[in-house]
C-alpha cells in the first residue's frame, strides 16, 4: 500500500516498515498457533481435540511459511496481510466447532459453542493483527468474530434442545444460552476492532509523519552535517519558506585545475565516477568542520560555514576544513598515483563577511543559498590561486577571525574582478597545527 501524496523515497520507505508490520504480525501468529495447539496437548478433552487442533496449527504453519517467503522477497504484502486475516477468521470459526465436537457433538446442545472460550480468543486475534499497522485488519477480524459469533448463535437457536434464558446462572453454568450474554459478547468484539482499527490508524499517522522526517532529514544531509542536521530537525531553523536574512558568513570555493584536461579523453560514466570519488573525498572534510555544502558547480564546489545558523568560529571551521580537503586530495592523489594516473590539483578560496542567506527562487523551485559581493569575492580569491600557483588563498577578513596557531603567509594586495578596491589575500600552508 502507497500514500500517494508521498514522495518516492517516502513511499519506499513507509512500504518496508509495512513489510515488517506484517512480518512480525506473522510471526507472532505463528507463536500464538504453536502456544495454542501446545496448550490443548495439556488440557484436551480427548486425542479428536489434540490431532485436529495440531493439524489445523500445521496448516496454518504452512500458511505463515509461505507468507515469510514472499515478504523476504517483498512480493504481495498486502495480499500476505489479508491472507493471514482470512486464516484468523477460518480458525476463530473451526476452533469451537472442534471444542463441540469433541465433548460429544450432536450428543450435546449447540449453545456449548458460545460458552467456550471463543470470544476471548477472537479478542486477542483482533489485538494481534494491530501489529501490521494497518486499521483494515483489527476491523476485519473483529466483523469476522462478530460474524462467527453470529453464526453459532444461530445455530443454536435452530436446535430444538436450546434453552433461553437471561439468568446468569442458567446461562453460565446450566444449559441455557443468554442471548443477550451473546449479543454483549459481539458487541465487545465490535468495538473492540473499531477501538484498535483507529488506534493502529493514529500510529500509522505516526509513522507515515516519521518517515517523512527521515527523508526530509536525508535531504538535509545532502547539504548540511551531521550536526546541523539535527539542530534543524529540532525545530532551530525553518529553511522551507521563501525569503532571506542578512548575516555573516564564511564562503569557500574550490575548483578542480585543468580539469578538462584531465577529463577529455574519458567516457561520460568514468567522467561521472571521477567527479563522485573527488567530491566525496572533499564532502568528509568539509561535514567534519560543520560546513554546509552550498552547490556543485561543475568540477568545483561551493561551502558555506555559518549557514543556516552564523557561530563565531566560521572563519576558522573554514580554513581548517580547506586544509583537511588538502590532506584529502593528497591520500586520493596517491590512490591515484597507485593506478598509474595523473594527479589532481585544487584551488581553494575562502572569503567572510556579510550575506543574504535564504530560499531563494519560487514556491515551485526553492534553493537555499547566500549571496552577495562576499560570496563572488570568495570566488575570484579561487581563482587567483591559480594565478599565484597556490592550493589554499584567504581574504584578510578571514585571517583576522582566526587563531593563532596557522602558518599565514601573505601574498599581497590583488585586484580581483568585480571589485574596486583590492583584497589583501593570504596563503595558508599545510602545516598548520590542527
Known sequence: MTVSHLPPRAEALLFERERRGVRTLSLVRAGFVVLVASTVWVIGVNLFEKLVT?????????????????????????????????????????????????????????????????????????ALNALAMRP?????????????????????????RTQVSSDFVASALGPALSVEFVAIAMLIVAASGLALAYLTHLARQTVIQAVGLEVANAR????????????????????????????????????????????????????????????????????????????????????????????ADDAERAVRAALAMNRALAVLNAERAGAGQPPIRHGIGIH???????NIGTEARLEYTVVGDVVNTASRIQD???????????????AARLPAGFALRPVG????????????????DADEAV
Open 220 to 311: 538535509l544531509g545532502r547539504y548540511f552535517s551531521p550536526g546541523v542536521v539535527a539542530r534543524i530537525a529540532g525545530g532551530g531553523e525553518d529553511i522551507s519558506q521563501i525569503g532571506g536574512r542578512a548575516q555573516e558568513v564564511a564562503v569557500l570555493f574550490s575548483d578542480i585545475r585543468d580539469f578538462t584536461t584531465l577529463t577529455e579523453t574519458l567516457p561520460p560514466a568514468d567522467v561521472v565516477a571521477f567527479l563522485s570519488r573527488y567530491h566525496t573525498a572533499m564532502l568528509d572534510a568539509v561535514f567534519t568542520f560543520e560546513g554546509t555544502i552550498d552547490k556543485f558547480i561543475g568540477d568545483g564546489i561551493m561551502v558555506t560555514f555559518g549557514t543556516p545558523e552564523p557561530a
Open 352 to 358: 567572510h563577511g556579510t550575506v543574504v542567506a535564504g
Open 54 to 126: 495440531t493439524g489445523l496449527a500445521l496448516l496454518v504453519l504452512a500458511v505463515i511459511l509461505v507468507s515469510l517467503h514472499l515478504l523476504g522477497q517483498r512480493r504481495a504484502v498486502s495480499a500476505v496481510g489479508l491472507a493471514g486475516v482470512l486464516v484468523d477468521i477460518g480458525v476463530l470459526a473451526t476452533l469451537p466447532v472442534v471444542w463441540y465436537l469433541s465433548v460429544g457433538g450432536a450428543e450435546v446442545a449447540p449453545a456449548y459453542m458460545l460458552k467456550t472460550q471463543a470470544t476471548v480468543l477472537t479478542l486477542g486475534v483482533v
Open 136 to 160: 483494515l485488519y483489527p476491523l476485519l477480524v473483529a466483523l469476522g468474530g462478530v460474524a462467527v459469533h453470529g453464526g453459532l448463535l444461530h445455530f443454536a437457536l435452530a436446535d430444538p
Open 384 to 398: 587567483a590561486c591559480k594565478e599565484l600557483g597556490e592550493s589554499l588563498l584567504i581574504s584578510d577578513a578571514v
Open 413 to 428: 594586495a590583488q585586484r580581483v574582478k568585480g571589485r574596486d578596491a583590492a583584497v589583501n589575500l593570504l596563503a595558508v
